[in-house]
Protein backbone atom coordinates (compact mmCIF):
# COMPACT_ATOMS: atom_id res chain seq x y z
CA UNK A 1 0.00 0.00 0.00
CA UNK A 2 1.15 3.51 -0.51
CA UNK A 3 0.08 7.04 0.40
CA UNK A 4 0.39 10.40 -0.30
CA UNK A 5 0.43 13.10 2.41
CA UNK A 6 0.37 16.57 1.12
CA UNK A 7 1.03 19.00 3.68
CA UNK A 8 -1.37 22.75 2.87
CA UNK A 9 0.50 24.91 5.18
CA UNK A 10 -1.46 27.84 5.70
CA UNK A 11 -4.09 29.05 8.29
CA UNK A 12 -6.32 32.11 8.34
CA UNK A 13 -5.31 32.08 12.35
CA UNK A 14 -3.25 30.22 14.37
CA UNK A 15 -4.85 28.48 17.40
CA UNK A 16 -3.62 29.25 21.09
CA UNK A 17 -3.17 25.11 21.34
CA UNK A 18 -1.56 24.02 17.67
CA UNK A 19 2.17 23.28 17.28
CA UNK A 20 1.74 22.09 13.43
CA UNK A 21 3.63 23.95 10.93
CA UNK A 22 1.79 26.53 9.32
CA UNK A 23 1.82 30.36 8.30
CA UNK A 24 -0.58 33.03 7.67
CA UNK A 25 -2.48 32.40 4.29
CA UNK A 26 -1.13 35.01 1.78
CA UNK A 27 -1.89 34.53 -2.06
CA UNK A 28 0.89 34.75 -3.63
CA UNK A 29 3.16 32.52 -1.17
CA UNK A 30 0.25 30.29 -1.94
CA UNK A 31 0.57 30.19 -5.57
CA UNK A 32 4.19 29.62 -5.53
CA UNK A 33 4.05 26.83 -3.60
CA UNK A 34 1.03 25.07 -5.32
CA UNK A 35 3.38 25.71 -8.53
CA UNK A 36 5.81 24.17 -7.32
CA UNK A 37 3.99 21.16 -5.78
CA UNK A 38 2.04 20.56 -8.99
CA UNK A 39 5.29 20.31 -10.32
CA UNK A 40 7.05 17.83 -8.38
CA UNK A 41 4.16 15.79 -8.38
CA UNK A 42 4.43 15.43 -12.18
CA UNK A 43 7.88 14.14 -11.93
CA UNK A 44 6.98 10.59 -9.37
CA UNK A 45 5.67 7.89 -10.90
CA UNK A 46 4.48 6.43 -8.32
CA UNK A 47 0.37 4.98 -8.35
CA UNK A 48 -1.24 5.83 -4.75
CA UNK A 49 -3.90 4.10 -3.01
CA UNK A 50 -4.55 7.07 -0.75
CA UNK A 51 -3.78 10.75 -1.06
CA UNK A 52 -4.57 13.01 2.10
CA UNK A 53 -4.28 16.74 2.33
CA UNK A 54 -3.43 18.01 5.85
CA UNK A 55 -2.13 21.16 7.23
CA UNK A 56 -2.48 23.82 8.12
CA UNK A 57 -6.24 24.43 6.17
CA UNK A 58 -6.05 22.82 3.30
CA UNK A 59 -9.80 24.03 2.36
CA UNK A 60 -8.14 27.61 2.62
CA UNK A 61 -6.23 27.84 -0.52
CA UNK A 62 -9.45 26.96 -2.45
CA UNK A 63 -11.35 24.16 -4.56
CA UNK A 64 -9.11 25.57 -7.65
CA UNK A 65 -5.94 24.71 -6.00
CA UNK A 66 -6.66 21.52 -4.61
CA UNK A 67 -7.80 20.22 -7.55
CA UNK A 68 -4.90 21.12 -9.76
CA UNK A 69 -2.49 19.30 -7.29
CA UNK A 70 -4.98 16.42 -7.49
CA UNK A 71 -4.82 16.31 -10.83
CA UNK A 72 -0.99 16.08 -10.80
CA UNK A 73 -1.02 12.71 -8.54
CA UNK A 74 -1.28 9.29 -10.28
CA UNK A 75 -4.05 7.28 -8.39
CA UNK A 76 -5.84 4.36 -8.44
CA UNK A 77 -9.78 4.34 -9.34
CA UNK A 78 -10.08 3.41 -6.26
CA UNK A 79 -8.04 5.46 -4.05
CA UNK A 80 -9.40 6.96 -1.03
CA UNK A 81 -8.63 10.86 -1.20
CA UNK A 82 -9.53 13.00 1.44
CA UNK A 83 -8.90 16.62 2.16
CA UNK A 84 -8.76 18.16 5.85
CA UNK A 85 -11.60 21.05 5.87
CA UNK A 86 -11.87 24.26 8.54
CA UNK A 87 -15.76 24.63 9.48
CA UNK A 88 -14.98 28.58 8.65
CA UNK A 89 -12.00 28.82 5.66
CA UNK A 90 -14.09 27.64 2.31
CA UNK A 91 -15.62 29.54 -0.13
CA UNK A 92 -19.04 28.49 -1.84
CA UNK A 93 -19.36 25.48 -3.63
CA UNK A 94 -16.21 24.43 -1.94
CA UNK A 95 -17.51 20.99 -1.87
CA UNK A 96 -19.10 20.54 -5.02
CA UNK A 97 -15.97 21.49 -6.50
CA UNK A 98 -13.59 19.25 -5.11
CA UNK A 99 -16.04 16.39 -5.23
CA UNK A 100 -16.45 16.59 -8.77
CA UNK A 101 -12.19 17.12 -8.76
CA UNK A 102 -12.01 14.04 -7.54
CA UNK A 103 -12.33 13.76 -3.31
CA UNK A 104 -13.55 11.24 -1.80
CA UNK A 105 -13.10 12.14 1.90
CA UNK A 106 -13.52 15.06 3.89
CA UNK A 107 -12.33 15.77 7.51
CA UNK A 108 -14.00 18.33 9.47
CA UNK A 109 -11.71 20.12 12.37
CA UNK A 110 -14.75 19.88 14.22
CA UNK A 111 -13.04 19.73 17.93
CA UNK A 112 -16.40 20.17 20.19
CA UNK A 113 -20.24 20.92 19.41
CA UNK A 114 -20.05 23.54 22.49
CA UNK A 115 -19.13 27.38 21.38
CA UNK A 116 -17.78 28.28 24.98
CA UNK A 117 -15.49 25.40 24.29
CA UNK A 118 -14.62 25.85 20.90
CA UNK A 119 -13.87 29.75 22.23
CA UNK A 120 -11.51 28.60 24.91
CA UNK A 121 -10.01 26.51 22.54
CA UNK A 122 -9.55 30.01 20.18
CA UNK A 123 -11.23 28.34 17.51
CA UNK A 124 -12.53 31.26 14.76
CA UNK A 125 -15.72 28.98 14.28
CA UNK A 126 -18.43 28.30 15.74
CA UNK A 127 -21.29 24.72 16.24
CA UNK A 128 -23.47 26.58 13.30
CA UNK A 129 -20.17 26.02 11.34
CA UNK A 130 -19.94 22.66 11.73
CA UNK A 131 -23.53 21.69 10.77
CA UNK A 132 -23.36 23.98 7.31
CA UNK A 133 -20.14 22.10 6.84
CA UNK A 134 -21.34 18.84 7.22
CA UNK A 135 -24.31 19.41 5.11
CA UNK A 136 -22.73 21.43 2.37
CA UNK A 137 -20.32 18.08 2.36
CA UNK A 138 -23.29 15.55 2.38
CA UNK A 139 -25.97 17.34 -0.32
CA UNK A 140 -21.95 17.51 -2.39
CA UNK A 141 -22.02 13.92 -2.63
CA UNK A 142 -19.34 13.10 0.05
CA UNK A 143 -20.34 9.54 1.91
CA UNK A 144 -17.03 9.24 3.86
CA UNK A 145 -17.23 12.27 6.25
CA UNK A 146 -14.93 12.26 9.42
CA UNK A 147 -14.21 15.05 12.41
CA UNK A 148 -12.33 15.54 14.83
CA UNK A 149 -13.14 16.02 18.38
CA UNK A 150 -11.08 16.70 21.12
CA UNK A 151 -11.02 15.84 24.86
CA UNK A 152 -9.89 17.50 27.85
CA UNK A 153 -10.45 20.75 26.78
CA UNK A 154 -11.02 23.36 29.72
CA UNK A 155 -14.14 23.54 31.26
CA UNK A 156 -15.41 20.22 29.26
CA UNK A 157 -17.63 17.34 31.54
CA UNK A 158 -18.74 14.53 30.87
CA UNK A 159 -22.23 15.98 29.86
CA UNK A 160 -20.75 18.66 27.11
CA UNK A 161 -18.89 15.89 25.90
CA UNK A 162 -21.92 13.64 25.52
CA UNK A 163 -23.36 16.57 23.38
CA UNK A 164 -20.88 16.86 21.31
CA UNK A 165 -20.71 12.85 21.11
CA UNK A 166 -24.56 13.31 20.39
CA UNK A 167 -24.19 15.96 17.74
CA UNK A 168 -22.10 13.73 15.58
CA UNK A 169 -23.92 10.36 15.64
CA UNK A 170 -26.94 12.43 14.98
CA UNK A 171 -25.29 14.07 12.30
CA UNK A 172 -24.27 10.18 10.95
CA UNK A 173 -20.73 11.07 10.24
CA UNK A 174 -18.62 8.03 9.15
CA UNK A 175 -15.63 8.16 11.01
CA UNK A 176 -13.86 10.27 14.22
CA UNK A 177 -10.63 11.06 15.70
CA UNK A 178 -10.51 12.44 19.07
CA UNK A 179 -7.16 13.81 20.68
CA UNK A 180 -6.47 14.36 23.84
CA UNK A 181 -5.50 18.41 24.15
CA UNK A 182 -2.00 18.45 25.39
CA UNK A 183 0.40 21.90 25.74
CA UNK A 184 2.98 22.11 23.31
CA UNK A 185 6.01 23.52 24.37
CA UNK A 186 6.28 27.02 22.21
CA UNK A 187 2.11 27.52 21.87
CA UNK A 188 0.70 30.52 23.29
CA UNK A 189 -1.07 28.09 25.53
CA UNK A 190 2.48 26.95 26.92
CA UNK A 191 2.26 30.01 28.01
CA UNK A 192 -1.18 31.25 28.94
CA UNK A 193 -1.12 27.73 30.88
CA UNK A 194 -5.38 27.13 30.84
CA UNK A 195 -6.91 25.07 34.08
CA UNK A 196 -7.38 21.96 32.01
CA UNK A 197 -9.36 18.91 33.51
CA UNK A 198 -6.56 16.74 35.54
CA UNK A 199 -5.66 13.62 34.39
CA UNK A 200 -7.73 11.12 36.29
CA UNK A 201 -10.91 13.76 34.61
CA UNK A 202 -9.92 13.69 30.77
CA UNK A 203 -8.95 9.23 31.40
CA UNK A 204 -12.93 9.22 32.70
CA UNK A 205 -13.67 11.35 29.55
CA UNK A 206 -11.82 8.92 27.06
CA UNK A 207 -13.30 5.60 28.65
CA UNK A 208 -16.62 7.37 28.45
CA UNK A 209 -16.13 8.26 24.76
CA UNK A 210 -15.19 5.12 23.86
CA UNK A 211 -18.34 3.09 25.44
CA UNK A 212 -20.72 5.95 23.81
CA UNK A 213 -19.38 5.72 20.21
CA UNK A 214 -19.20 1.57 20.90
CA UNK A 215 -22.92 1.20 21.85
CA UNK A 216 -23.83 4.02 19.04
CA UNK A 217 -21.94 1.84 16.25
CA UNK A 218 -18.68 3.29 15.67
CA UNK A 219 -15.55 0.45 15.69
CA UNK A 220 -13.01 1.95 18.06
CA UNK A 221 -10.15 0.52 15.33
CA UNK A 222 -7.55 2.72 16.76
CA UNK A 223 -6.31 4.02 19.90
CA UNK A 224 -7.84 7.44 19.30
CA UNK A 225 -9.89 6.74 16.10
CA UNK A 226 -13.63 5.56 15.54
CA UNK A 227 -15.34 4.56 12.35
CA UNK A 228 -18.93 2.86 11.01
CA UNK A 229 -17.95 -0.59 9.67
CA UNK A 230 -15.75 0.14 6.23
CA UNK A 231 -14.96 3.47 6.91
CA UNK A 232 -11.40 3.27 8.77
CA UNK A 233 -9.02 5.64 7.18
CA UNK A 234 -7.16 3.65 4.81
CA UNK A 235 -4.37 6.28 4.66
CA UNK A 236 -3.99 6.15 8.38
CA UNK A 237 -3.69 2.56 8.28
CA UNK A 238 -0.52 2.50 5.72
CA UNK A 239 1.28 5.05 8.65
CA UNK A 240 -0.15 2.53 11.55
CA UNK A 241 0.82 -0.69 9.69
CA UNK A 242 3.73 0.61 7.84
CA UNK A 243 3.39 0.58 4.21
CA UNK A 244 4.94 2.78 2.46
CA UNK A 245 4.40 6.99 2.33
CA UNK A 246 5.55 9.91 0.88
CA UNK A 247 4.96 13.32 2.62
CA UNK A 248 5.71 16.68 0.49
CA UNK A 249 5.81 19.83 1.88
CA UNK A 250 7.20 21.61 5.04
CA UNK A 251 7.10 19.32 8.33
CA UNK A 252 5.76 15.87 5.86
CA UNK A 253 7.55 12.98 6.95
CA UNK A 254 7.76 9.70 4.67
CA UNK A 255 8.59 6.38 5.20
CA UNK A 256 9.92 4.20 1.97
CA UNK A 257 11.83 1.31 1.94
CA UNK A 258 12.13 1.27 5.43
CA UNK A 259 14.00 4.67 5.85
CA UNK A 260 12.46 7.79 7.39
CA UNK A 261 13.18 10.97 5.73
CA UNK A 262 11.25 14.64 6.65
CA UNK A 263 11.00 17.84 5.15
CA UNK A 264 11.85 20.85 7.71
CA UNK A 265 9.51 23.27 9.23
CA UNK A 266 10.44 25.84 6.21
CA UNK A 267 8.44 25.87 3.65
CA UNK A 268 11.56 27.98 1.47
CA UNK A 269 13.17 25.41 1.91
CA UNK A 270 10.93 23.06 -0.11
CA UNK A 271 10.02 25.69 -2.35
CA UNK A 272 13.70 26.28 -3.14
CA UNK A 273 13.55 22.45 -4.52
CA UNK A 274 15.81 20.87 -1.77
CA UNK A 275 15.13 17.09 -0.93
CA UNK A 276 14.10 15.33 2.01
CA UNK A 277 16.39 14.52 4.52
CA UNK A 278 16.87 11.11 5.89
CA UNK A 279 16.32 10.60 9.97
CA UNK A 280 16.42 7.31 10.66
CA UNK A 281 15.80 3.79 9.68
CA UNK A 282 11.76 2.90 9.88
CA UNK A 283 9.57 -0.17 9.67
CA UNK A 284 11.58 -2.51 12.19
CA UNK A 285 10.10 -4.17 15.34
CA UNK A 286 10.20 -1.17 17.21
CA UNK A 287 7.87 0.01 15.28
CA UNK A 288 5.93 -2.81 14.65
CA UNK A 289 5.56 -2.81 18.26
CA UNK A 290 5.21 0.83 18.88
CA UNK A 291 2.41 1.33 16.00
CA UNK A 292 0.71 -2.06 16.37
CA UNK A 293 -0.40 -1.64 20.11
CA UNK A 294 -2.18 1.56 18.59
CA UNK A 295 -4.37 -0.55 16.77
CA UNK A 296 -7.25 -2.85 18.31
CA UNK A 297 -6.41 -5.69 16.70
CA UNK A 298 -2.65 -5.51 18.05
CA UNK A 299 0.34 -7.40 17.08
CA UNK A 300 1.22 -10.83 15.91
CA UNK A 301 2.76 -12.89 17.90
CA UNK A 302 4.63 -14.85 14.70
CA UNK A 303 5.99 -11.58 13.83
CA UNK A 304 7.66 -10.60 17.23
CA UNK A 305 8.88 -13.93 18.36
CA UNK A 306 12.05 -14.41 16.92
CA UNK A 307 13.08 -10.42 18.15
CA UNK A 308 11.82 -10.38 22.12
CA UNK A 309 13.15 -11.96 24.89
CA UNK A 310 10.45 -14.83 27.13
CA UNK A 311 10.06 -11.47 29.65
CA UNK A 312 8.61 -9.76 26.77
CA UNK A 313 5.65 -12.75 26.96
CA UNK A 314 5.28 -12.74 30.77
CA UNK A 315 5.17 -9.19 30.69
CA UNK A 316 2.48 -8.99 28.18
CA UNK A 317 0.51 -11.31 30.06
CA UNK A 318 0.96 -9.90 33.67
CA UNK A 319 -0.88 -6.57 31.71
CA UNK A 320 -3.57 -9.24 30.20
CA UNK A 321 -3.84 -10.81 34.12
CA UNK A 322 -4.36 -6.67 34.94
CA UNK A 323 -7.31 -5.84 32.85
CA UNK A 324 -5.48 -4.03 30.59
CA UNK A 325 -4.60 -6.21 27.31
CA UNK A 326 -5.54 -9.36 26.02
CA UNK A 327 -2.70 -12.42 25.14
CA UNK A 328 -4.46 -14.95 22.70
CA UNK A 329 -1.90 -17.80 20.63
CA UNK A 330 -1.87 -15.49 17.87
CA UNK A 331 -2.11 -11.73 19.07
CA UNK A 332 -1.58 -9.05 21.72
CA UNK A 333 -3.76 -6.35 21.86
CA UNK A 334 -5.06 -3.58 24.62
CA UNK A 335 -7.86 -2.57 25.73
CA UNK A 336 -9.06 0.48 26.38
CA UNK A 337 -8.41 0.55 29.81
CA UNK A 338 -4.84 -0.48 28.49
CA UNK A 339 -4.98 2.61 25.72
CA UNK A 340 -4.40 5.24 28.58
CA UNK A 341 -1.42 3.39 30.01
CA UNK A 342 0.14 2.34 26.56
CA UNK A 343 3.25 4.91 26.81
CA UNK A 344 3.71 2.62 30.18
CA UNK A 345 3.18 -0.76 28.11
CA UNK A 346 5.49 0.58 25.75
CA UNK A 347 8.46 1.68 27.75
CA UNK A 348 8.51 -1.94 29.24
CA UNK A 349 7.87 -4.29 26.51
CA UNK A 350 10.51 -2.42 24.26
CA UNK A 351 13.05 -3.06 27.05
CA UNK A 352 12.57 -6.99 26.40
CA UNK A 353 13.13 -6.52 22.43
CA UNK A 354 16.72 -8.78 21.76
S1 LIG B 1 -6.59 25.60 11.96
FE1 LIG B 1 -5.67 23.59 12.45
S2 LIG B 1 -3.56 23.70 11.71
FE2 LIG B 1 -4.37 25.81 11.74
S3 LIG B 1 -3.69 26.60 13.70
FE3 LIG B 1 -5.76 25.80 14.04
S4 LIG B 1 -5.45 23.66 14.69
FE4 LIG B 1 -3.51 24.37 13.81
Not at 293 to 308: A, D, H, M, S, T
Request: contains cysteine.
Amino acid sequence: MKGLYIHIPFCVKKCDYCDFYSINYNKNIVENYVEFLCKKIKSINTVFDTVYFGGGTPSVIGSENLCKILSSVKYKNNAEITVEVNPKSYKQDFFKNIFKGGFNRVSIGMQSANNEELKLLTRNHNLKDVEITIESAKSAGFKNISVDLMIGIQRQTIDTLKNSLDFCINSNVTHLSCYMLKIEEGTPFYFSKPDLPDEDITAQMYLFLCEYLRKNGYNHYEISNFSKEGFESRHNLIYWQLGDYLGLGPSAHSLINCKRYYYPNDINYFIDGNDYIYSSKGGDIYDYIMLGLRLKKGIKLYKIENYVTDAFFEKAKKYADLGYAELTNERFFLNEKGFLIQNTVLCDLLEEIK
